[in-house]
């Protein structure tokens, strides 16, 4: 038999979350039915607004909810000394570890034809300017140790290698094809800690 039409709409959107089948929208939505009003419309109004009220900081691509970027504005951060990441969310991860009191700049992605990431969809020369503007010193690449991620690091070190900054990358301990969002917090400060000159 068919769910009524607002149950069956639930159930696809909750499909799109990953790691949710069938079975599971189901479960989760039938679970939505029995909730408060007042929490449903919550939910609704956060999502709703989420990509209104998280912004990311047009300076490094870190996602924020106030006016001022948590990194970029912090004047006890180490403004010379820049970690690259693939993604927002390896913000997060990084920042758990507690060992790193530098700045950050967000990559659009990590090198993939296949997906449409090319060399030029890399914005490099953002990063460049960055690199330049603020005379950073040191630079750490934060990447996932993927193929996709070895690749932006050999491209990242061919176009850097140029400029006169020291440049590392994560590696002790980074089980291969992991990703960082998979990494315990012991294992990544392990890495943090241990970064190797490329
Ligand atoms: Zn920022």
């Not at 998280?54 to 951060?77: H, I, S, V």
Request: one cysteine or more; hydrophobic letters at 40%.
């Amino acid at each position: 038999m068919k769910y009524p039409i607002p149950l069956q709409k639930l159930i696809t959107l909750l499909k799109k979350i990953p790691g949710v089948g069938q079975r599971t929208a189901e479960r989760y939505a039938f679970q939505m039915i029995q909730w408060k009003e007042s929490d449903l419309s919550n939910l609704a109004y956060t999502l709703a607004n989420l990509k209104n009220d998280l912004t990311p900081c047009p300076e490094c691509g870190a996602l924020k909810d106030e006016l001022k970027c948590p990194f970029c504005n912090d004047p006890k951060r180490d403004k010379k000394t820049l970690c690259i990441v693939s993604s927002p969310k390896d913000i997060f991860a990084i920042e758990n570890t507690s060992i790193f009191n530098g700045i950050y700049h967000v990559m659009p992605g990590l090198l993939s034809p296949i997906d449409g990431l090319g060399p030029e969809e890399m914005k490099f020369e953002t990063l460049k300017q960055r690199i330049e503007t603020l005379h950073i010193r040191e630079v750490i690449l934060a990447l996932d140790s993927t193929v996709e991620g070895d690749a932006t690091a050999l491209f990242l070190k061919r176009e850097l290698g140029k400029l006169d900054v020291l440049l590392s990358r994560l590696a002790l301990g980074m089980p291969l094809g992991s990703s960082l969002d998979f990494i315990d917090e012991g294992t990544l400060s392990q890495a943090l800690s241990a970064r190797l000159p490329i």
